[in-house]
């Protein structure tokens, strides 16, 4: 045999092996969503070995800088990872969106520059399937060499796997987000739900209690006006002084179980206002006059600290009374003669208003602070229970928030969160 066949034999022997190392490294690429990384890394050292070059890198580009994905080589830590493309041989590349075998960089540097210390460079442009460039594979030696067509094809058959692997991981990645965006909807609209469900629960369960608590109230009113009535006929009557006592204590338990229907039908109830625009430092400055002279705030300094302007709600005047009555009523009574309330009107929040009642009384406990807007609970001896209770209703049926706070030291504070109205003058300065 010549040694011209057994040259021949050779090459198609050798031939025959590349393509079953191609094969195997096809067939041992296996990629999963999530894991691009090794991928990659797998393609860039299956290229490297198959076209017999010294490095193999997959780059993803992007405005004007790429960014390494996967080398053949183990890179160092503290190695950049992203470069400019101006000037490089893989930014002519992403120009062209076509492939470019170069054998000598340095003889011949009109494509642009490789990477230090090498000579001859390919590169492979990476595409989606609608055609759009993004990345490369690109080839370094550290000699000059050509690079035949035969492996240019096999670096493009690594590179279509490449781009479809990177294509569909982004793809992935969106519709990760997506997903989450979708869940935190889902939460967000469920909690909602929930929310408004809740709402709709609550209105149906005070609607029926309502209903049942006027029954009650009226089937006891009824007969106790009658007692009423035949107890004080007996006021006008000769009796002993223990006889008297005694009466007087049945017309006070009389009195306190009026005012306590009176406020179960005033809880009960559903709240409905009569709404109006209030300018909440003239309203605090209106109810002032009022609330110095109950017997309670006698021998208490109310500090009243007003907003530094204007600011207004939109409430029921009458129902709000009540609510800043009750809650400075409770801050009298919970400090000793002489000492300070301060009232003040806080407008840091935008769109609300804070009015807030502090007090230097004692410490109320965490365990009881959540009960104390809890209806028929009461700290109190003669308390009914339902004074912060219907405070509570009445400010959320407002759109407020209704808040308690209390620390060692520094007393308690009773704050009332509305919103305000923004005047048209306003809104059209700020348009």
Known sequence: MSNTSNSQILVQHQSWQRERRIIELLS???????????????????????????????TFCQ??????????????????????????LIGTVMESKRTLAVEDAITNPKYGKPAEGYRAYLGIPLQTSQGQVFGTICSFHQQAREFTSDEI???????????TAIDHYHLYQKQCEFNQKLEAEVEKRTAELRATQAKLVEQERLAA???FSSIIVHEIRNPL???VMGLKYFKKTMLTEAAQERLSLALSEAGRLERLLSEILLYAKPQVLQLCELDVNDFIRDLLLTIQEMPEALNRKIEFIPASSAVTISGDKDKLKQV????????????????????EVNTALPGEVCINVHNDGNHIPSEIIC???????????????????????????????????SQPLIGTDVSVQLPVVISCSK???EG
């Not at 890179?75 to 400019?84: G, H, N, S, T």
């Not at 700290?379 to 009445?394: D, N, Y």
Request: net charge negative.
């Open 28 to 58: 041992s690429l296996n990629y999963r969503t999530g894991e691009l990384s090794s991928y990659l890394h797998n393609i860039a050292c299956g290229v490297s070995e198959l076209i017999a070059v010294d490095w193999t890198v997959v």
């Open 63 to 88: 405005e004007g800088f790429e960014t390494i994905l996967a080398s053949s080589l183990e890179i160092p830590e503290d190695a950049p990872r992203v470069y400019a493309l101006h000037g490089r």
């Open 153 to 163: 094809q096999i670096v493009e058959l690594f590179a279509e796997r490449a781009a």
């Open 209 to 211: 209690i309502g209903e």
């Open 225 to 227: 006006t009658t007692m």
């Open 324 to 343: 800043f009555i009750n809650i400075v009523r409770n801050a009298c009574e919970a400090v000793a003669d002489g000492d300070i309330i301060r009232w």
């Open 371 to 405: 009960k104390l807007s809890q209806p028929f609970f009461s700290t109190k001896p003669e308390g009914t229970g339902l004074g912060l209770a219907i405070t509570k209703r009445i400010v959320n049926a407002h759109g407020g928030q209704f808040c308690i706070q």
């Open 427 to 429: 809104l059209n300065w």
